[in-house]
């Protein structure tokens, strides 16, 4: 694989690519060993600022930092443009796609996706059917994670409108490569990214429910605690957007609202941004044993007394099955042709592209419908025989629960290594917002790098990496 | 036929309560078979949060309970103006697809004793949904003779019909699950009835509705054996007996002083349904 994929800095003929040029010209004049000294000191920077994350299962490193690779990924601003009119697209079908499901369903009526999805799918949440959450925003932040195979060739990977991760790494890799290079963002003019929590609570504010009046919605955001492995990100961002840090137990309804507890007794919460899964959400509606949720919010909400945010149940369309109709979804709601494509997909659940699938393991990635995080799939050319047999029985066990894709030569960007710089596999997780004033994608995401030569998972808690992502302004 | 219902729940808690909310769905609302003429929910020891239309569109109040209180009483009352439309509901409403009332639920989960129970009916559920849905009525009845304290709220379908007794909640969900094993979608129905020359009566009622194309929804109630007619109230639907409950609680008690002896939480429930006539 890694000999063919399309490198994002060099050439074949070993010429840098446009997008690199200004970096390149910086890297070539600087003193050897600095990367070096610099990467040490990116370690350090990290250790300070405290961002970790923890690892499910590895009770050996509970909390682990993510490694940060000081060699920027850089998108020119043509490519940028075509990427969020995509990506823009997308999203726009993705609101467009939820409130159908949640209400008449057309898509399914119109034949266009087989009510077998939703069938069963716990994901699909019954109490959203009939509502309309406040300004007919269900995905107020998205994270569209999109991989690059050639020059003009992006698709997207996965939607993470569920509850997206990582936006901290953005905005602390970018903060660290400031601190560390402060002359080379003078001579490359690279587009802002800082103001993504500004932008955030912006975006949160403009989704206000009814029942608010006053100048200025509160927002708050729900965390299920310090052993979340995203609590830091939690905390970060309630600091950066000037709102609570709010669990369960300080919330409660009150006067046909949802209130916390403040050092002034307890006041309205109008937008929560929860981190906390829809199962946990509300003890009288989902898991009763739930202590991380607030007993009666799914009542008000549904009264119009406070924005949710993502909407309960928008998970549905992070489902990899349902992925495998994204074409079809944006086409049905926008009229248009997509802009992105999907990586293609065999769903298990048809008899010949199981057959296709089963004959074919060896070159393939197979995934859980409902997974994430890397977990619970197979990567065929990197599996011996012995894996490919035992991911097979659990396949044909249930084929229904499992999509593939061809094992796709992803694009590579340098990392710095002891030997050098040396290409490695990324992709790129864009950060979008949305509320009825529009659609606000953030220039650049997080760049997730597979650190091992060769491997083609990025994913942090499988060993990947994460870089400062770069939108070069015009 | 106008109906005068009052139905009055007071809970008493093991200790006073330091916060607690209640989900209510005891709010009926005009549809083929009735016309509510008035309606109220009034509550003591606890006040009235926010009211809407959930999912299955029956009404829903939710009510915070006062911290400190030991007990806490709602009771909702009102008249309501009923019509005898043979147990047909109508057509199907809301945004829930039919499919979703073709899936099992915890409460109506189907096994080998349901599957045992409709053995047999398979062609006929296909050729007349209607005559079959009287035939599982009573078959269930049979299978689960009407008797108190063998099941609570959270006896399964399959248990009702290994104890092979029950009260209404379990006989209408043993038709749900049987009629679903069927292929037929089906329902779980809260509301009230008039019984004659039993104006007190204990708790609420609550049976089933099956869908048949080009009739919708027909209630059945296995327990008296017939399709509610306007003796029927109903107040509440969903999948099953949890998603219709009339009363949903979430309650945190404070703890009790040390050296008392330890109560639980008691539930009294009075319910007086009264046929009003023409003054």
Not at chain 1, 282 to 287: G, H, I, R, T, V
Not at chain 2, 242 to 271: F, I
Request: proline letters at 6%; charged letters at 20%; hydrophobic letters at 40%.
């Amino acid at each position: 694989m890694t000999e063919t994929a399309y490198d994002e800095m060099l050439a074949p003929d070993g010429t840098v690519r446009p997008a690199y040029d200004g970096y390149r010209q910086w890297l070539d004049a600087q003193p050897p060993g600095l990367l070096k000294r610099k990467g040490i000191e990116a370690e350090a920077f990290f250790r300070r600022t405290g961002i970790t994350f923890n690892v499910y299962g590895a009770a050996d490193a509970e909390e682990r930092l993510i490694p940060f690779d000081p060699v920027p990924r850089i998108i020119t601003a043509s490519q940028w443009r075509k990427l969020s009119r995509g990506i823009e697209q997308r999203v726009r079908a993705l609101n467009a796609f939820l409130h159908d499901l949640y209400h008449r369903q057309e898509i399914v009526r119109a034949g266009r996706l087989p009510a077998r999805l939703l069938q069963g799918n716990l994901a699909y949440l019954p109490q959203m059917a009939g509502f309309t959450p406040p300004g007919g925003v269900y995905t107020h932040i998205v994270g569209i994670d999109l991989v690059r195979t050639g020059e003009d060739d992006f698709m997207v990977l996965e939607d993470n409108a569920r509850t997206p991760s990582g936006v901290s790494y953005m905005l602390e890799n970018r903060e660290t490569m400031m601190a560390m290079f402060p002359e080379l963002f003078t001579r490359v003019r690279v587009r802002e990214v800082s103001d993504y929590p500004r932008r955030l609570a912006r975006s949160l504010a403009a989704c206000a429910p009814a029942a608010f009046t006053g100048d200025k919605p509160t927002v708050a955001v729900l965390t299920p605690g310090i052993y979340n492995s995203a609590y830091f990100e939690h905390a970060f961002l309630a600091d950066q957007m000037g709102a609570e840090l709010v669990e369960g137990s300080d919330l409660k309804v009150q006067g046909g609202r949802v209130a916390m507890r403040t050092t002034q007794g307890w006041q309205p919460v109008d937008v929560i941004y929860r981190r906390v899964d829809d199962d946990y959400l509300d003890p009288l509606s989902f898991n009763a044993d739930s202590v991380l949720g607030v007993a009666g919010i799914m009542d008000v909400y549904r009264a119009g007394g406070i924005t949710i945010a993502n909407a309960p149940g928008t998970g549905i369309s992070d489902d990899k099955a349902i992925y495998s109709f994204m074409p079809e979804i944006v086409e049905f709601y926008t009229g248009e042709k997509p802009i992105l494509p999907n990586v293609p997909t065999w769903r298990c659940s048809e008899a010949d592209a199981l057959a296709y699938v089963l004959d074919n393991l060896a070159d393939l990635v197979v995934k859980e419908v409902h997974g994430s995080g890397g977990y619970g799939m197979l990567i065929g050319p990197t599996s011996s025989k012995k894996e490919i047999a035992a991911f097979s029985a659990k396949l044909r066990a249930d084929p229904a629960n499992y999509i593939a894709q061809p094992t796709l030569s992803l694009s590579t960007v340098p990392i710095f290594t002891r030997a050098g710089l040396a290409p490695r596999h990324v992709d790129l997780r864009p950060f979008v917002l949305v509320s009825p004033q529009g659609i606000d994608i953030t220039p650049g995401g997080l760049t997730r790098v597979a650190l091992k030569k060769g491997s083609l998972v990025v994913n942090s808690s499988q060993g990947g990496g994460t870089k400062d992502s770069w939108v070069l302004d015009d | 036929m106008r109906l005068a219902i009052e139905h009055a729940t007071t809970y008493r808690f093991s200790g006073p309560i330091r916060q607690g909310q209640q989900r209510l769905r005891l709010t009926p609302v005009s549809s083929a078979g009735q016309s509510v003429i008035a309606w109220d929910i009034a509550c003591e020891g606890a006040q009235i949060e926010v009211g809407y239309d959930d999912e299955y569109t029956n009404r829903v109040t939710l009510v915070g309970l006062t911290p400190g209180t030991p007990a806490v009483t709602i009771r909702a009352h009102g008249v309501v103006e009923t019509r005898d439309e043979s147990g047909v509901t109508g057509r199907h409403a809301g945004y829930l697809p039919l499919w979703h009332f073709s899936r099992d639920t915890a409460l109506t989960a189907r096994g080998t004793k349901v599957a045992a129970l409709v053995g047999g009916l398979e062609n006929g559920a296909a050729r007349d949904p209607l005559a079959t849905l009287h035939t599982l009525t009573e078959r269930v009845r049979a299978a689960v003779v009407y008797a108190q304290g063998h099941t609570d709220v959270a006896t399964t379908a399959e248990a009702a019909l290994t104890a092979g007794r029950g009260v209404c909640q379990d006989q209408a969900h043993v038709f749900i699950a049987g009629a679903r094993a069927l292929g037929i979608p089906a329902r779980y129905v809260s509301g009230y009835m008039l019984i004659d020359g039993r104006e007190q009566q204990d708790a609420g009622h609550g049976w089933a509705e099956g869908f048949v194309d080009g009739l919708g929804w027909i209630g059945f109630d296995v327990a008296n054996a017939i399709c509610p007619d306007d003796r029927y109230v109903r107040v509440a639907c969903g999948r099953d007996y949890r998603d219709a409950a009339p009363v949903k609680s979430m309650t945190y008690v404070l703890p009790a002083p040390t050296g008392s002896a330890p109560v639980g939480d008691t539930l009294v429930t009075t319910l007086v349904v009264q046929r009003l006539t023409p003054a």
